[in-house]
């Protein structure tokens, strides 16, 4: 694995040190396909075309936005445009968008011409502290999240805030439950401060934090870039988030996002890690508190659990048919691959529904 280069907001902002980097000897003569979905393209691009003098001879892709669009399907029909607007092996893809453009862009980059590079200018908080660093890339298959995929590293990650400016509510939240997540399994101390944050009168999230974020995933990813060892600790609350994600696309006019059902994952798994593991029941509380504030809870009922255990055996994690899950003894005490049983499971989920009620 080649490390990504990583371009982190400083006193020279990450669209100008991209630019200075792609007009470089070693950027000489490539050509360029920016992807972006439909919001990406409104918000986004025309600033990433200004700023960056090399992509103002791109080519573009655009697709739909939404979980949906992460399929076989639009990657095939992207890589039949790539085919014809004439992409050659030495082809650059760019990947301009949240964490569907870089998982979908990830893996057409993967399989054109049996793999050509890729920048990924993540523009959603999930994308740029967790979906756009690590090159796991992916689709969604038969309801099940990122079954079909491949390890393809980003050549550059360009991490630019002032994208975050048109974030919608809903995708700011997801993008906070993600870090709380990697705050949980790696930075007690960012934890705090990131609570702190949330529950003052007005958050406001600083490039810090993000920096922040974005040095732990990428040094996991570093230490383990095969997520056979370390990097499962990344995979808190997503045993639980995937079920509950795939279980709302299912039967939701409005589906949960990823994060959303992430922060519901992490509220269930930190429920099973207190049983089990011993993690304080009061940082539990908190966690509910303030995850619940942002997200709505799912009321499942007894009828529910077959269809929610059944994504869970289908999970890419487990193996021998156990359902396996990352848990944690305190914040940064993290234990990888542990078997949970479906009871402990059941108990959680129906947990969710009560939290809030007297
Ligand atoms: N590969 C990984 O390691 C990894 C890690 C975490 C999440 N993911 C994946 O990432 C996806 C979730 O990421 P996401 O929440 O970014 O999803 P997303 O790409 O669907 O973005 C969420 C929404 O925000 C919009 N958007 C993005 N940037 C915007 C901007 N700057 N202004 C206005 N609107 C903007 C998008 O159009 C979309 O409607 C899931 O598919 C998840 O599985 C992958
Ligand atoms: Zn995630």
Known sequence: MKPSKIILPSRISSLKQLNRLLNSVAYKGRRYFILTDENT????????????????????????SGEQNKSLEIAAELWQALEEMGADRQSVLVNLGGGVVSDLGGFVAAGYKRGIS???IPTSLIGMIDAGVGGKTGVNLGGLKNQVGFFHFPEVVCIEPVFLETLSAKDWTSGVCEMLKTFMVADAQMYASLVDTLKSDHPVMDNEMI?????????IVKADAYDTGIRKMLNYG??????????SMAHDAEPLSHGQAVGIGL?????????????PGERLEELKELVSAMV????YE???????????????????????????????????DNIVTEVDLCEALMMLGKIGRA
């Open 41 to 64: 393209g409104v918000h986004c691009l025309p600033r990433l075309i200004t700023e960056v003098e090399a992509f103002q001879e791109s080519e573009f892709l655009e697709i739909e």
């Open 118 to 120: 890729y920048i990924n």
């Open 211 to 219: 920096k922040a974020a974005v040095h732990i995933k990428d040094g």
């Open 238 to 247: 997503h045993t639980v988030g995937h079920a509950v994600e795939s279980f």
């Open 267 to 279: 509220i269930a798994e930190t429920f099973i890690s207190s049983k089990k593991m011993g993690f």
């Open 296 to 299: 709505p809870m799912p009321k």
């Open 302 to 336: 007894m009828k529910d659990m077959e269809e929610l255990l059944g994504y869970m055996l289908a999970d890419k994690k487990n193996h021998d048919g156990n359902i396996n899950c990352t848990l944690l003894g305190d914040l940064g005490e993290t234990v990888v």
